[in-house]
């Protein structure tokens, strides 16, 4: 039996899909209380930067769930909104995934060395799609 060598794989991989109707809903009825529950200072800043923020606020909202998803731990008590922060890479606009220490502690005890992400949005609806990369210690094959 030989052994494959170490190379990157999917630890784990998540979707969702978001209604934006209901994202500006929520967004009006609770005001500051969902949003600074949710989503952190420049995922804020970003959004509300846009002529329509809720589709902007959905689709980062549907980046977390993904995550959490592909964590198989849903969003709560291992990882929480705050703990998944949606960036832009400032060249592309390119989503982009950080984890506060406590999302980076849950993803070193699976392995995952990186969070990937891609988001689109329509005018109803807004979904997402994370990756949990990884290294493999190589199977018997
Ligand atoms: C990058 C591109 C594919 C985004 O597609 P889009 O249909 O405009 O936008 P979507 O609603 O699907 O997705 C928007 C999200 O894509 C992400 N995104 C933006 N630029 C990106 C890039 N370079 N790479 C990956 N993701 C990107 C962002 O997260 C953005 O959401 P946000 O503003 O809330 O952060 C698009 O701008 C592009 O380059 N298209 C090329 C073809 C073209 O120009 N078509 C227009 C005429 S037909």
Not at 79 to 97: M, Q, S
Request: proline content about 3%.
């Amino acid at each position: 039996m030989k052994r494959a060598p170490e190379a990157a794989c999917v630890l784990g991989t998540g979707i969702d899909l978001v209604e934006n109707d209901r994202m500006k809903e929520t967004l009006a009825e609770w005001a500051g209380r969902f949003r600074n529950r949710v989503f952190l200072e420049d995922e804020q800043r970003y959004c509300e930067s846009k002529a329509e923020p809720w589709r902007h606020y959905a689709g980062r909202f549907a980046v977390k769930e993904a995550v959490s998803k592909a964590f198989g731990t849903g969003v709560g008590e291992h990882i929480g909104w705050l703990d998944i922060e949606v960036l832009r890479d400032p060249d592309t606009g390119a989503p982009e995934v950080r984890l506060s220490e406590k999302g980076r502690k849950l993803a070193a005890s699976r392995g995952v060395h990186r969070v990937l992400a891609s988001l689109s949005h329509t005018r109803h609806y807004a979904v997402a799609h994370a990756l949990l990369v990884g290294e493999s210690s190589g199977r018997e094959q």
